[in-house]
C-alpha cells in the first residue's frame, strides 16, 4: 500500500494531522452502579445466566424500569428554560434543514420552542418536559437533530430480551422473533415464532405507532425505526416505555398461540470505542445516534462473541496475532466471511458502523479482510449502519473503483450565527484547528445576494479519498437497508455516483440522512477562545448545559456528484438498483436467500484482475509485468505522467513493458476494456 500523503482538508484541520492521529481507545468495559440495584423481575433472570463476557456488564448496571425512573433525578425550572434557550439557538441559526423541514414536513419548530418556553410553568415535571422536548425535535424528521436527554437517561437503554426482524410470506408481512439475549430460555418463546400481538393490539400496529415517534426521513425509515424501537430503546435519544412490562401474543413452533409477559430491564450501555475527538475530527461525523447506541446495545444482548474478542484483542501484544482466518481487529466494525451461493463463493463483509477514531486504519483494515476472500466478487454490507466519521466511509471508496473519487460537497445554511462561526475558525483566527475558510466568501456575499444557503465544498479532501488507489479489483454489490444512514448514507451515494457496483437494498430507500452532525458542546468550543479550558468568547451564543443535557444538529448539508451533482441527499437517500424481500430463511439462517440475491448479481457482472511484477532491468530501466483479465489495454503512468500505452495481448493476458524511469517513485497502471477504465493498480518503486 502507498505511503499515505499529508493534504488540507476544507473544514477540518489545515494539515489533516486530526486523521493521522491515533486517539486513545476507550478499553473499560464494565458499568459500576451508583448505588445498590433493585431485585429484577422474574423475566430478567437471564442477566445471571448471560455469556461471561458480558455476564458482569449486564449485573452491575440492570435495574426494573419502575426503579430506575424513581431514582432518576430532576430538573429546576431554571434549567428547563436554558435547555429550551439553547434549542432555540441551535434550530433558528444552525440548522441547516430547517428551510427544507418547515416545507416538506409542514411544522416550524422553532415556533414550538418558543410556545413551550412561554408555557413553561405547566410542565408539572421531567416527563412532561423531555416529552415535549423530544416530540419538537422529532417532528423535523431528522434523525442528526436531536435532544438529548441529562444523566442518568444517557447512559442506559431500555430493553427486552429479543428482537424482531420482519420478512414476506404470501405477500404479507410476519413479525419474527430473530434472536434471543444471551441466558435467555424459554420452552415456547424462541427464535422463529410468529408475533401476533402486543399488548393485545394487533403488531402491525404496534409497529405503526412507534414508528411515528421516530424521526426518520421517509416512511421506509421510520418504520425500520418503529420496529427496532419496540425491544431495544436507547433512553438518551427515545422516551421510556409508557408500560413497564409487555404482554406478547404470539405463534410458537408447533402451530399453537401461546403468550407471554416480559418486563422492561433498564441496562447500562457499553462505552464508545471512539474516545473524545478533537474538534477538527469531530466536526467531520455523521452518525445517526440512536442506530449506533442500538447497536452497542444489541452487542451485549446478542452477540457476546465480540466483546469477547474485543477484550482478547485489547489485552494482546500483536493485534494481528489475536486473530486467525477472516477475524477483524476490529470485531466491533467489521465482520468478514466467505460465502457459498449457486453462483460461486464470494467474500462477504458487514461494517457496522463508520464511527472509528482513525479513517486510514479503517480502510487499511478494510483492504486486509477483503485479501484474504476470493477475489471474483465481494459483497459489501451495510444494513443497519448509522455512520461515523465521514472520512472513514469517502476514503474506502477508493479501494473499489478505479475510477477518481470525488468526495460529496457540504453547505452550510445562510444566518449571522454561521457566518459568525466561520469567521472565527479559519487560519487569521486563534479559536480553534477547523479551517471554515472555504465557506466564508459566500456566506458574506450572501448578505447582498439573499442566497439561502453558501458555496458548497468537500470536507474529505480529494488527495485522501484518492491515496491508495483501487486494492480490491472483482465486481462488487453493496446491500442497503432503512437504517442506513449519514456517512452510511454518503458511503452508499458514492459508491452509486461513482458507478462502483450494484445496489441491493432491503428496503426501498437508505435513512436519507445527508448531513454533517455536531453536538452542543462542539459549537460551544468553537466560539471559545483558545486555551485549557477554552474560555467562551463574550458573544457567543451557546451557553453549558445542566447535568448532561445535550444536543445534536445537522450544520453542514450533503449534496450528491457526478451524474446527480447538486442532488440533496436529505429525505431522499439513495434507491438500490434492485429489491430484496427478506425471507424466513434470511432471518434464522444467516441471510441465506439475501446471499443468494447478491450472488447471482456478482455473477452477471464482469470479473476483472491485473496484476503488477517489477523486476531490475539496465539501468535505471524497470521491467513490468502486467498479467490482466478482462482488459485489453494498459496504460503505464511514473509519478502521474503518461509513458505509454500497449495492448494487451489475447494470446496471454499480458504485456511486458520497459520503463525509463528517471528518478520516478510511484508506478501507476491503468487497465482499460474498450475504452473504459476497468482497473488501476499503483506501487512504489
Known amino acids: 500500500m502507498a505511503a499515505r500523503r499529508k493534504s488540507k482538508r476544507p473544514g477540518t484541520s489545515a494539515t489533516n494531522k486530526s486523521a493521522t492521529k491515533k486517539p486513545k481507545r476507550a478499553v473499560a468495559r464494565k458499568i459500576a452502579p451508583a448505588a445498590p440495584l433493585p431485585p429484577l423481575p422474574e423475566s430478567a433472570g437471564f442477566v445471571q445466566n448471560a455469556d461471561p463476557a458480558v455476564r458482569d456488564m449486564l449485573s452491575g448496571s440492570s435495574s426494573p424500569l419502575n426503579s430506575f425512573l424513581v431514582a432518576a433525578g430532576g430538573l429546576t425550572p431554571d434549567e428547563r428554560a436554558l435547555i429550551v434557550d439553547q434549542a432555540i439557538v441551535l434550530m433558528e441559526g444552525f440548522y441547516v434543514h430547517l428551510p427544507l423541514k418547515k416545507a416538506m414536513h409542514a411544522v416550524d419548530p422553532v415556533q414550538r420552542l418558543r410556545l413551550l418556553r412561554k408555557h413553561l410553568s405547566e410542565c408539572k415535571h421531567d416527563a412532561a418536559f423531555h416529552a415535549q422536548m423530544t416530540q419538537i425535535f422529532t417532528s423535523v424528521r431528522d434523525l442528526h437533530t436531536n435532544y438529548l436527554l441529562p444523566s442518568p437517561f444517557s447512559h442506559v437503554f431500555a430493553s427486552l430480551p429479543f428482537r424482531v426482524e420482519t420478512c414476506v410470506e404470501g405477500g404479507k408481512v410476519v413479525y419474527l422473533v430473530a434472536g434471543l439475549a444471551t441466558g435467555f430460555q424459554h420452552p415456547t418463546f424462541t427464535a422463529g415464532v410468529e408475533l401476533q400481538y402486543w399488548n393485545g393490539m394487533p403488531i402491525e400496529r404496534a409497529v405503526d405507532i412507534a ?25 438518551a435519544i427515545a422516551p421510556p416505555p409508557d408500560e413497564e412490562w409487555v404482554i406478547i401474543g404470539y405463534k410458537a413452533l408447533d402451530g399453537s398461540n401461546q403468550q407471554i409477559r416480559l ?24 452518525l445517526d445516534l440512536e442506530t449506533e447506541l442500538t447497536q452497542r446495545a444489541r452487542r451485549i444482548l446478542f452477540a457476546p462473541h ?53 479513517p486510514d486504519e479503517f480502510v487499511q483494515e478494510f483492504v486486509r479482510l477483503a485479501s484474504l476472500l476470493p477475489p471474483n466478487g465481494l459483497i459489501v454490507d451495510v444494513r443497519d449502519n448509522g455512520g461515523g466519521l465521514i472520512y472513514a466511509g469517502e476514503q474506502l471508496l477508493q479501494v473499489l473503483t478505479p475510477r477518481t473519487v470525488e468526495p460529496e460537497r457540504l453547505q452550510f445554511v445562510n444566518t449571522p450565527q454561521t457566518l459568525r462561526l466561520c469567521e472565527l475558525n479559519n487560519p487569521s483566527e486563534t479559536v480553534s484547528d477547523l479551517d471554515l475558510t472555504p465557506w466564508l466568501p459566500s456566506m458574506q456575499r450572501a448578505v447582498e ?20 488507489g483501487q486494492c480490491y479489483f472483482g465486481p462488487v454489490v453493496l446491500i442497503t437497508s432503512a437504517r442506513c444512514y449519514s456517512t452510511t448514507d454518503i458511503f452508499s451515494a458514492g459508491f452509486q455516483d461513482h458507478e462502483i457496483g450494484k445496489i441491493l437494498g432491503v428496503d426501498g430507500h437508505t435513512g436519507a440522512g445527508g448531513a454533517n452532525v455536531w453536538e452542543h458542546p462542539l459549537l460551544g468550543r468553537l466560539f471559545s477562545a483558545a486555551g485549557v479550558p477554552p474560555t467562551p468568547l463574550a458573544d457567543s451564543p451557546i451557553k453549558s448545559l445542566p447535568k448532561g443535557t445535550n444536543m445534536r444538529v445537522a450544520i453542514r448539508r450533503t449534496l450528491r456528484v457526478r451524474a446527480q451533482a447538486g442532488t440533496e441527499l436529505e429525505d431522499l437517500g439513495v434507491v438500490p438498483d434492485e429489491l430484496h424481500s427478506m425471507t424466513r430463511a434470511d432471518i434464522l439462517n444467516k441471510n441465506v436467500d439475501l446471499m443468494e440475491h447478491a450472488g447471482k448479481l456478482l455473477a452477471s457482472m464482469p470479473v476483472v484482475q491485473m496484476t503488477i511484477k517489477v523486476a531490475a532491468g539496465a539501468g535505471d530501466t524497470p521491467k513490468v509485468q502486467v498479467d490482466t483479465q478482462n482488459i485489453d489495454r494498459v496504460d503505464f503512468y511514473l509519478d502521474t505522467r503518461p509513458q505509454r500505452s500497449e495492448p494487451v495481448s489475447a494470446e496471454t493476458n499480458s504485456v511486458t513493458v520497459e520503463l525509463t524511469r528517471k528518478g520516478g517513485k510511484v508506478l501507476q497502471v491503468q487497465g482499460f476494456q474498450q475504452d473504459k477504465l476497468v482497473a488501476a493498480r499503483r506501487m512504489a518503486l
Open 306 to 358: 465480540t466483546e469477547a474478542a474485543r477484550a482478547k484483542i485489547d489485552a494482546a501484544a500483536d493485534e494481528l496475532a489475536a486473530v486467525s482466518d477472516t477475524e477483524s481487529i476490529m470485531p466491533e466494525v467489521f465482520t468478514a466471511k466467505e460465502v457459498t451461493t449457486t453462483k460461486g463463493k464470494f467474500g462477504h463483509i458487514r461494517i457496522w458502523t463508520f464511527d472509528v477514531p482513525d
Open 449 to 468: 445576494t439573499g442566497s439561502a444557503f453558501s458555496a458548497s465544498f468537500p470536507i474529505t479532501s480529494p488527495e485522501a479519498c484518492n491515496a491508495i
Open 263 to 286: 418486563d422492561w430491564l433498564v441496562i447500562g450501555l457499553p462505552p464508545s470505542a471512539v474516545a473524545a475527538m478533537p474538534p477538527e475530527s469531530a466536526a467531520a461525523r455523521g
Open 211 to 235: 414508528a411515528d415517534r421516530h424521526a426518520g426521513s421517509n416512511p421506509d425509515a421510520r418504520w425500520a425505526r418503529g420496529l427496532a424501537g419496540l425491544t431495544q430503546r436507547p433512553l
